[in-house]
């Protein structure tokens, strides 16, 4: 049995007993009616949940237990005696069932046909006559003489209460009452806290005594208990949805499955009960309204069964729910337009709003788009209800829509006054808490792993081989430092959403707690800095840093750019800044670049036209084959993907790129040789982190695996390399690496190498230059060769000598190519 | 509070120099100021957290309030405002009185005072500003933007 049917039982033997009290009030005094529509509402939940149970039995006899109670609400005056007696016999019948199913956890077989007349014989006639033939109503009250006093139900058949195992049992308790329990068990560790200080100040090792350890020891079991008490699995939320969502794909035809992520994320049990109707809201309208009939589903050539998914996950002391479906996406410009005819828009608002921007729209009353009324959804209830219940939670709704692809819905809500774990820092003379989840890894900074490279105003980090933005903790709290650079300072490694992290550095880590977190008053929650507060074990209060806040103001989120709005952006070189055109792979993938100079074209490629082939992907682009430069791709309900058209003029590829961002200007902060496979380094795009990707490697690895006719023909016509060629190396600064390095490499390859200190001394036009800045191979260097420039980290050696090598045969044929007058 | 009753009782404290009565029915609690851990980035007005038998307070600085300078931290009158605690750092307490009469300002304040809309009584012979406690949270919220 399931802690839901525990739930059940232990909730409808309560209430059983409650409702017989109840009702023979009413009979006794039938002037005072309050107590009538609890007895009512609660026969109606017995009959509701028996049935979410498969309870038949207990389903049919509520069932008619309520129908008799309606007739007699509804009937001036007294109830007969006979009625109440009729439904005391129904509640104990219930009663009884409920103790069988909690010791064999299924409803025992049985027939309550005679019962069932019985109770109904009050309100209809032929179940009366029925009822009469066959004896069955005096047949009850003569079995069950004391009917009248029900409540007292221990007697005649009935197991008493106390059969019933422990753990099957449980209480329904208001949470003030645990929110009380849960203040006076901390009260109870500071006290405690207290009584240690005192006997430490006498002198005395508290250790040694065994009671007061025993105390600890019990007191931490208790305030463990107690915590629990709290908070449930999100199991509890979701194990209602697969039914519910059987129920109305049956009622509308359609073919679902649902897949339920996360259940094991732990709720206020407040939250719970304040987040299923939503939920179910959510998921009625994601399979009426989001998922196609299934002959749409099949046109756009999408599997016939409709895919939804619920994932919960925690991010600090939030909760997000995500109700995401594989349907059509959002009627974009029907809500639009329903928007502006209900008046809450106009068109020039319109004009200005993102697609984003239009999809929030449909959380604005009175917008609902279904084409006709599906007794499901559309009855009136819209999503400004569910956003309006979910902010009166303190939680945030977003909705994000994709057109062929699906809708998803997020939920964010907090779970306040919940238990999270937290590292506890120090800065100033105080402690602050950071939620355990947000923190990757903690390290010192005076770890190998790590190395530091403040640049600009923007801090960055190495650590390993990641590069991470960096702040302070006492600059964010506006605190004086607390150490000198370089002493024993701690690094946090947090997440932040959208998978970015940054590193923040603090003067100290104290300890892991377990924090019971309290909401902040507005006064400090409009501070920005802060979650929540706490009070740990030594009695000073703390507070929670919003560590997301802190990243969206310190760091930038790379999640919020998103709108494309080309710039024109002329190339110069001179300062080391070049054109990039922003994208993402995936999504939720960090934002990468790739240079515009190697860009020729963003493409919608139909999915037909993309094949994978000897462990290569393949995409035909206006009838010639090109390579993708991707091992798979991720899967997609879409019909076409779009990729960037890469082209260095003689090689072409494909670069999938799910999301593309913009046209932006970047340097390359930091050029790291070990960043990843890919990468020339990093740049940072208003304080977000860029991952600038090696567009010469993506060319070089993947642009010559399969080749159009073209191309092809090209490379018919190469002639073998061969001879000393002459080759020129610029270095300024006259360093190790290009003498004893690079000129000996590029000499043992055939070349004629000549190492000159100023790009003016070179001589001979049309020969490879590669120049160095005058930070040597620190910097991205570059190459002058076949009149392209080239500008690549010093590492990537196998490129280089690619380029060099072919350079001087590609060139000649590559006509359409500006400035190729100055190759040999 | 020109509807109250006489003889209500009032919480009579000093803030700066000044006397002042808050009605004794929204003071929870009177406890000695000790340990206030401050809160970077918050509004001046706000001194800081302070724990009381495991409740959380934020603590206003109420001579700040009223452009006085800080005062000793003297007592704490503990308030619950929207759920959450607030302790009023007051720099004396005086007594639990009851007060008679409690009328607008013949005149206007100073400008310090009036923002909280303080009424007049009389206590032993000596003008008492009466101020609804819960106006002390107010007034920083309202001034976040300038102060923060």
Redesign the interface.
């Known amino acids: 049995m399931d802690d839901l049917l525990r739930e059940f039982v232990g909730e409808t033997l309560d209430m059983m007993d409650a409702v017989a009290g109840d009702l023979v009030a009413w009979e006794a005094d039938p002037a005072d009616r309050s107590g009538l529509d609890g007895i009512f509402r609660t026969v109606h939940t017995v009959k509701g949940s028996s049935g979410f149970f498969d309870l038949p039995r207990i389903t049919a006899i509520a069932h008619a237990a309520e129908e008799l109670l309606d007739v007699l609400r509804s009937r001036k005056g007294a109830p007969t005696r006979a009625s109440v007696a009729m439904v005391l016999v129904a509640f104990d019948k219930i009663r009884e069932l409920t103790h069988a199913i909690s010791t064999a956890g299924a409803e025992p077989p049985g027939d309550d046909s005679r019962l069932i007349v019985a109770l109904l014989a009050d309100i209809r006639t032929d179940d009366r006559k029925a009822a009469q033939a066959g004896g069955a109503l005096p047949d009850f009250l003569d079995a069950k003489p004391t009917a009248g006093d029900a409540d007292d139900g221990h007697d005649g058949p009935h197991l008493p209460a106390d059969d019933v195992p422990q753990a099957w049992r449980s209480v329904r308790v208001p949470l003030e009452l645990l929110d009380e329990l849960m203040?006076g068990v901390?009260?109870l560790v500071?006290a405690r806290n207290e009584v240690a200080a005192q006997l430490r100040s006498r002198g005395q090792d508290v250790t040694e005594f065994a009671a007061f350890e025993r105390m600890s020891q019990l007191l931490g079991a208790v305030r463990s208990t107690v915590s629990n008490m709290r908070m449930v699995p999100l199991r509890h939320l979701y194990a209602p949805l697969p039914r519910l969502v059987r129920q109305v794909a049956d009622e509308l035809g359609k073919q679902v499955t649902l897949s339920l992520e996360g259940s094991e994320v732990e709720i206020d049990r407040e939250l719970v009960e304040a987040l299923r109707d939503p939920m179910l809201h959510m998921l009625r309208n994601a399979i009426d309204h989001g998922l196609e009939s299934a002959s749409a589903r099949a046109a756009s050539g999408k599997s016939l069964v409709g895919k939804v998914t619920v994932a919960a996950r925690q991010v600090g002391n939030r909760i997000l729910i995500s109700i995401s479906d594989d349907g059509g996406g959002l009627p974009i410009e029907a809500i639009v337009a329903r928007a502006m005819k209900a008046g809450h828009v106009k068109s020039e608002d319109i004009a200005g709003m993102d697609e984003a921007r239009k999809a929030e729209l449909v959380f604005l009353p009175g917008l609902s788009t279904a084409q006709a009324i599906t007794g499901i959804s559309g009855r009136g209830v819209g999503m400004d209800v569910v956003r309006a219940n979910i902010e009166r939670l303190g939680g945030v709704i977003r909705i994000a829509s994709k057109a062929g692809e699906g809708v998803t819905l997020t939920l964010d809500v907090p779970m306040t006054l919940t238990i999270i774990s937290a590292l506890a820092v120090d800065?100033?003379?105080?402690s602050f808490a950071i939620p355990r989840s947000v923190i990757d890894e903690v390290m010192l900074v005076s770890s190998d792993a790590v190395q530091r490279h403040d640049m600009h105003a923007a801090g960055l980090v190495r650590i390993r081989d990641r590069v991470l933005p960096h702040v302070r903790l006492e600059t964010i709290?506006?605190?004086p430092d607390a150490k000198a650079d370089g002493a024993d300072r701690a690094l946090i490694i947090c997440r932040q959403g959208g998978g970015a992290a940054f590193a923040l550095e603090v003067p100290d880590v104290r300890d892991h707690e377990e924090l019971v977190i309290?909401?902040?008053?507005?006064?400090?929650l409009?501070?920005?800095?802060?979650s929540g507060?706490?009070?740990p074990d030594n009695?000073?209060?703390?507070?929670v840093l919003d560590m997301e806040g802190i990243a969206r103001r310190h760091i930038g989120s790379a999640t919020v750019r998103a709108a494309v709005t080309p710039k024109a952006v002329e190339q110069s070189q001179d300062d080391g800044r070049a054109s990039w055109l922003t994208y993402r792979d995936h999504n939720g993938q960090p934002w990468r670049a790739v240079p515009m100079a190697h860009v020729e074209r963003i493409c919608d490629i139909a999915l037909n036209h993309i094949h994978a082939s000897g462990g290569r992907m393949v995409a035909k682009v206006d009838e010639q084959l090109l390579a993708v430069a991707a091992e798979c791709l991720p899967e997609t309900s879409a019909s076409t993907r779009r990729m960037i058209r890469l082209s260095d003029g003689y090689r072409t590829v494909m670069l999938p790129a799910s999301q593309i961002g913009d046209t932006v200007e970047l340097k390359a902060e930091l050029a790291a040789d070990d960043i990843g496979s890919g990468l020339i380094g990093m740049a940072l795009l208003d304080g977000a982190l860029v991952e600038l990707v090696d567009s010469y490697g993506v060319l070089a690895s993947h642009g010559e695996t399969v080749t159009g006719p073209h191309t092809q023909q090209q490379h018919d016509e190469h002639e073998p390399a061969g001879g000393a060629q002459p080759l020129w190396i610029v270095d300024p600064a006259g360093g190790e690496w290009a003498a004893s390095f690079l000129v000996p490499t590029l000499t043992a390859a055939g070349y004629q190498v000549a190492l000159v200190s100023d790009r003016q001394k070179v001589t001979s036009d049309g020969a490879p230059v590669i120049s160095l800045t005058s930070h040597g191979p620190a910097e991205l260097l570059t190459l002058e060769a076949a009149g392209t420039v080239h500008r690549m980290p010093a590492y990537d050696r196998s490129t280089l000598m690619r380029i060099i090598e072919e350079a001087p045969e590609a060139a000649p044929n590559r006509s359409k190519r500006k400035g190729r007058g100055a190759s040999a | 509070m020109s509807e109250t009753a006489k003889g209500d009782l009032y919480l009579l404290c000093r803030i700066g120099a000044t006397s002042v009565a808050f009605p004794a029915a929204a003071i929870e609690a009177v406890v000695k100021a000790t340990s206030i851990v401050a809160i970077p980035g918050a509004p001046a007005a706000v001194r800081g957290l302070a724990a009381i038998r495991s409740r959380l307070l934020t603590v206003i600085d109420c001579a700040f309030i009223v452009d006085r300078p800080h005062g000793a931290d003297g007592f704490m009158a503990i308030i619950t405002v929207s759920g959450h605690g607030y302790g009023l750092l007051l720099e004396d307490v005086i007594d639990v009185v009851e007060l008679e009469a409690v009328q607008p300002l013949p005149c206007s304040p100073q400008p310090a005072w009036q923002k909280l809309q303080p009424m007049l009584a009389d206590y032993a012979g000596e003008p008492v500003l009466v101020i609804d406690s819960d106006r002390f949270i107010d007034i920083p919220q309202r001034n976040l933007s300038q102060a923060a």
Request: proline share 13%.
């Open positions: 203040s901390s009260d500071l800065a100033g003379n105080q709290l506006g605190l309290k909401p902040l008053p507005p006064i400090l409009a501070i920005g800095l802060y507060l706490s009070l009695g000073q209060p703390m507070l």
